[in-house]
C-alpha cells in the first residue's frame, strides 16, 4: 500500500517559484512511477510532469517545459515538483500520484494525494 500527502502550495506573485513535496509511505515507493496533476475549477485534470520509478526519466507537459523540475529523494520517501515562472493560468489544484508504470493519463495511477492549492496572483 502507498499513502501520498502533498504540502508547500500557496499564494505567489507571477514569476515566482513554489516547490511542492509529495511524501510517500510503503515499503514499494521507490518501484513506483511517481506524477503531478493538476486541476482548475471547471476543468479536467491535466498532466504536468512524472518520473520513473528509478528517477533516471521525467517526463513533462509542454505547457510546463523549462518552468517545473520533477524530482525525487528514496531516503526521505519524497517527490517534489519545483514550479518556477509561475503565470496565473498555472492556478490550480495540483495532486501528486502514484502508480507501477508512468502514464499521462489520471486513470492509470492507483493511488493520490488530497491535493494542495497553488494560486498565482496577475
Known amino acids: 500500500q502507498v499513502q501520498l500527502v502533498e504540502s508547500g502550495g500557496g499564494l505567489v506573485q507571477a514569476g515566482g517559484s513554489l516547490r511542492l513535496s509529495c511524501a510517500a509511505s510503503g515499503r514499494t515507493f521507490s518501484t513506483y512511477a511517481m506524477a503531478w496533476f493538476r486541476q482548475a475549477p471547471g476543468k479536467d485534470r491535466e498532466f504536468v510532469m512524472a518520473?520513473?520509478?528509478?528517477?533516471?526519466?521525467?517526463y513533462a507537459a509542454d505547457s510546463v517545459k523549462g518552468r517545473f523540475t520533477i524530482s525525487r529523494d528514496h531516503a526521505k520517501n519524497t517527490v517534489y515538483l519545483q514550479m518556477n515562472s509561475l503565470k496565473p493560468e498555472d492556478t490550480a489544484v495540483y495532486f501528486c500520484?502514484?502508480?507501477?508504470?508512468?502514464?499521462?493519463?489520471?486513470?492509470?495511477?492507483?493511488?493520490w494525494g488530497q491535493g494542495t492549492q497553488v494560486t498565482v496572483s496577475s
Open positions: 500520484a502514484a502508480a507501477p508504470h508512468y502514464s499521462t493519463i489520471p486513470g492509470s495511477y492507483d493511488y
Open positions: 518520473i520513473s520509478w528509478s528517477g533516471g526519466t521525467t
